[in-house]
């Protein structure tokens, strides 16, 4: 029986993408992202699962990176859509609909880019499962902590809500730079250490820990706008951490 918790718990990751797709698509964001948010948790949970009644499999690896596809993939993909249809229709350059052979398309072209999120996703997790570089660390950025960068920003939209961040964030080239950058960390040869804890010696583990007090520090101070700045934090520390390990 306890073989199919860990599966079960992926599942859960599973099914709190298809939700957050749901909402994604009907334009609700913020639902979007707190269905994301679970999935995220779920993630977590399953693979400590896995370890702890030491049950993986090699379904179980596969099923992981197929519930991330939708989870952390899908929906950030969906979101960026809806937010760069935002932009365009904030700026009037909006109902440029698709018409071929007759039949139309409901979709702003431009806006369509955002979609690529999800194809840079499917990219990584396929490398991923086949790299047996990122047992103990990451090469790129991984899929879940991209997922929050995007679905952070109609967050900020919603909770933060000042004129200037309205125009950055809902800015088509903004929108569009971002989406580039993302597709590039989810493949860029760019090693990135990992928050898992093989033990809780400090000298050990004293980027772990930095990290995960910045990361309480700037939440108390910035909310939501902490999470673009703890993604950036985390890129330039394994940077640091990277360069130290070569000298």
Known sequence: MKKHIPNFITLLNLLSGCIAILFAVKGNLVMAAVFVAAGIFFDFFDGLAARSLNV????????????????????????????????????????RDWTFSG????????????????????????????????????????????????????????FQPSPWISSLVLNIWVLMGLTVLSCYLLNAELPLFALKFSDWAFAKNKMRYFFLIACLVLIILLKFLAIPAIILLYVLLSAVNTRKERI
């Open 103 to 158: 039949m139309e398309f409901p979709f702003e072209p431009v806006a369509l880019i955002g979609l690529f999120i999800t194809l840079a996703s499917a990219l990584r997790l396929a490398k991923f499962n086949v790299d047996d570089r990122q047992t103990d660390s990451f090469i790129g950025l991984p899929t879940p902590a991209n997922a929050l960068l995007i679905l952070s920003l109609p967050l900020i939209l919603t």
């Open 56 to 95: 993986k499999s090699d379904v179980g690896l596969q099923l992981d990176s197929l519930a991330d596809v939708v989870t952390s993939g899908v929906v950030p993909g969906i979101v960026m859509y809806q937010l760069m249809s935002r932009a365009l229709l904030n700026s009037g350059e909006t109902g």
